[in-house]
């Protein structure tokens, strides 16, 4: 439990070990992510990084250990539950339905969440984090019409619609133009400020070292 003047991390991974057939992903590992902190996780490929992005988003469950939010114990046994814990995640491939536009897509992340009771609403209310953060996305587009750069923006759009307090970027920035990279990391400078907790996973050292105010490697 924190003390007086000590910030609850927005995350806790205590002691998580992953196992798959032949080979151990993790190995009883601890971190913790600080809220307005940019947290890099940097290592090789294989090195489990991705895993532990799996195990917080939901997708994977952990043979040993446990997570905390925000100073409490949870199970992660799905997307759903991560996001309901203030959890999201932005990967090298994005994970949207092509023949939705983009707001219906974010309407799927918001179905269970009860924050929205009309698609116009969550039209209005996407459009307010795409001219405040300059992303450049029409939400009434279908995502078929997307390119790769934007289609990652959508998933951090989906992010700061949801109002994730934890925000997870596996990789995310591998593939997208140094100009972009650089828009983003002002993105995640910005929810810095706000006060929401960043893990960023990469395999990158210059650009944890950029970007971080911690690394765990």
Do not use: C
């Amino acid at each position: 439990m924190a003390g007086a003047g000590e910030q609850v991390p927005v995350v806790s991974v205590r002691g998580v070990t992953k196992r798959f057939p032949g080979v151990v992903a993790l190995d009883r590992v601890s971190l913790e992510v600080l809220p307005g902190e940019i947290h890099a996780v940097l290592g090789e490929n294989g090195a489990g990084k991705s895993t532990l992005a799996k195990i917080l988003y939901g997708v994977y469950t952990p043979d040993e250990g446990e997570i905390l939010v925000e100073g409490r114990r949870v199970a992660l046994a799905s997307p759903r539950d991560a996001m309901r814990a203030g959890i999201a995640m932005v990967s090298q491939r994005p994970q949207l339905v092509e023949e939705l536009s983009v707001a219906e897509n974010i309407a799927l992340s918001l179905e269970d969440l009860g924050a929205f009771s009309s698609m116009g609403r969550i039209v209005e209310y996407s459009q307010r984090f795409v001219e405040k953060f300059g992303l450049g996305i029409d939400v009434e587009k279908p995502v078929w019409t997307l390119g790769y750069t934007q289609r990652q923006m959508v998933e951090l759009l989906k992010a700061l619609v949801v109002g994730a307090r934890l925000v997870i970027l596996d990789e995310a920035t591998t593939y997208l133009p140094k100009a972009v990279r650089a828009k983003l990391y002002g993105i995640l400078r910005s929810l810095r400020l706000e006060g929401r907790g960043i893990l960023f996973i990469t395999h990158k050292i210059g650009e944890a070292l950029d970007l971080a105010d911690r690394i765990t490697v």
